[in-house]
């Protein structure tokens, strides 16, 4: 799964922020529901013009996104 297939930025979407092709449903949207434990089927339900490919490419996303930054987290020293 590369989530670049599913994943696009442009700034007259959603003000730039990271949506799936095709859609105006944003990644953070997929991914703040799955947080939440809806289930794919329910989220695929919820927003029918997602393909299946969404979920796992939402995923993808957020996993890169955490390899690429350094969050500073409550009591580290982390800057």
Known sequence: MNWRDHVTVSPAVCHGAPCFKGTRVMVSVVLDNL????????????????????????????AELARERIVGMPGSHAA
């Open 35 to 62: 947080a939440a434990g809806r289930s794919a089927q329910h989220i695929l339900r919820d927003y029918p013009s997602l393909a299946p490919e969404a979920i796992p490419a939402a995923i993808d996303y957020a």
